[in-house]
C-alpha cells in the first residue's frame, strides 16, 4: 500500500518549483533582453556566485574544494596555459576574489562601459573590455615572468622605496618560474573602458567621490592622470595583490582603440555598430 505524501508538502513543493522557474525566466530574461553590459555584469555575479557554493564543497576526502579547481582551470596562470589552456585569457576576467573587488569592478564597468555602448553598440563595448582583458593578461604574465631576472638590482634595494623593494624579492623568490602565481578580476578590461572612454571623451566633466566620501568634479583626461599616476604610485611604493600591469596594458590598448575609433557626433546611422 502506498502512502500518500501530506496535501501541504505537496503545495510546499510545487511553491518552490513554480518560484525556481520564475527566477530562471528571469535571468532568461536578462540575459536576451538586456544591454551587453548588464550581461556582463549579471555574468560575473552568478559566476562568483557559482565560486562560493563551490568552496563549500569538497572533492570526495581530498579536502580539496571545488571552487580551487575552478580557479586553477579559469584562472589565468602559466602553467595551465602554457599546455593549452587558452581560455584562460578570456575566463579569468569574470572571476573575482570577494565581493568588494567585483563591486568596484561592476561598478566602474557599468558607468563607464554603459556610455560606451549608448554611442558606439554592444559590439564595440565587448570588443574593447574583451580585447583589453585579453591585453592586460598578457602584460601580467609578461611582468611576472620579467621580475625574477631583475636580480641584478636587488644591492640597490636598501635605496628604493619599500613596496618597490618588497616586489623585487618576491620575484627572486620565484626563481623564473611563475607556477604560483594566478591572476582574477575584470579589471583589466574595466582599464580599458576607462582608456577607451578617456580617448573618446577628453573634455566631459565626472563626478567621482574620492575614498567614498569626498566628491569631486573632474575633467575625464584629469581622471585618466590621476588614475595613471596612483596606478604606477601603487606598483612602486606598496606591495600588493592588485595587478597593476594588467591595469596599464588594459587601460592603454583600451586608449588606443578609442582613439581609432570614430567620435560620436561623426558616426553615421549607416555605419553605427548595432547590437
Given at each position: 500500500?502506498?502512502?500518500?505524501?501530506?496535501?501541504?508538502?505537496?503545495?510546499?513543493?510545487?511553491?518552490?518549483?513554480?518560484?525556481?522557474?520564475?527566477?530562471?525566466?528571469?535571468?532568461?530574461?536578462?540575459?536576451l533582453f538586456s544591454s551587453a553590459t548588464m550581461k556582463v555584469v549579471a555574468l560575473c555575479v552568478c559566476i562568483h556566485l557559482i565560486l562560493i557554493a563551490a568552496g563549500r564543497v569538497a572533492i570526495g576526502y581530498t579536502g580539496i574544494s571545488y571552487e580551487s579547481v575552478l580557479l586553477k582551470c579559469f584562472s589565468l596562470n602559466w602553467p595551465l596555459?602554457?599546455?593549452?589552456f587558452l581560455w584562460q585569457l578570456i575566463t579569468y576576467n569574470f572571476l573575482h576574489g570577494s565581493w568588494l573587488?567585483?563591486?568596484?569592478?561592476?561598478?566602474?564597468?557599468?558607468?563607464?562601459?554603459?556610455?560606451?555602448?549608448?554611442?558606439?553598440?554592444a559590439r564595440f563595448f565587448l570588443k574593447v573590455f574583451l580585447a583589453g582583458g585579453v591585453a592586460g593578461g598578457l602584460g601580467w604574465l609578461g611582468y611576472i615572468v620579467l621580475l625574477p631576472h631583475l636580480s641584478f638590482l636587488m644591492p640597490l634595494t636598501g635605496w628604493m622605496p619599500e613596496g618597490l623593494a618588497?616586489?623585487?624579492?618576491?620575484?627572486?623568490?620565484?626563481?623564473?618560474s611563475p607556477a604560483g602565481s594566478i591572476c582574477i578580476g575584470a579589471s583589466a578590461g574595466v582599464f580599458a573602458l576607462l582608456g577607451c572612454f578617456f580617448a573618446l571623451y577628453p573634455q566631459?566633466?565626472?563626478?567621482?567621490?574620492?575614498?567614498?566620501?569626498l566628491p569631486l568634479k573632474l575633467?575625464?583626461?584629469?581622471?585618466?592622470?590621476?588614475?595613471?599616476?596612483?596606478?604606477?604610485?601603487?606598483?612602486?611604493?606598496?606591495?600588493?595583490?592588485?595587478?597593476?600591469?594588467?591595469?596599464?596594458c588594459g587601460g592603454a590598448l583600451g586608449y588606443v582603440l578609442g582613439?581609432?575609433?570614430?567620435?560620436?557626433?561623426?558616426?553615421?546611422?549607416s555605419s553605427r555598430l548595432s547590437d
Open positions: 500500500m502506498r502512502l500518500k505524501k501530506p496535501a501541504f508538502l505537496l503545495n510546499k513543493g510545487q511553491v518552490l518549483i513554480t518560484m525556481f522557474r520564475r527566477w530562471i525566466w528571469r535571468l532568461r530574461g536578462l540575459f596555459l602554457s599546455r593549452g573587488h567585483l563591486l568596484l569592478n561592476m561598478w566602474a564597468c557599468v558607468v563607464f562601459g554603459s556610455a560606451l555602448e549608448r554611442d558606439y553598440g618588497l616586489t623585487l624579492q618576491a620575484g627572486e623568490g620565484l626563481k623564473g566631459r566633466t565626472i563626478y567621482v567621490l574620492l575614498f567614498f566620501v575633467k575625464s583626461i584629469t581622471l585618466l592622470w590621476l588614475l595613471l599616476f596612483l596606478t604606477i604610485a601603487e606598483m612602486i611604493f606598496v606591495q600588493s595583490p592588485i595587478a597593476g600591469s594588467a591595469h596599464l582613439w581609432r575609433a570614430p567620435r560620436p557626433g561623426r558616426i553615421d546611422a
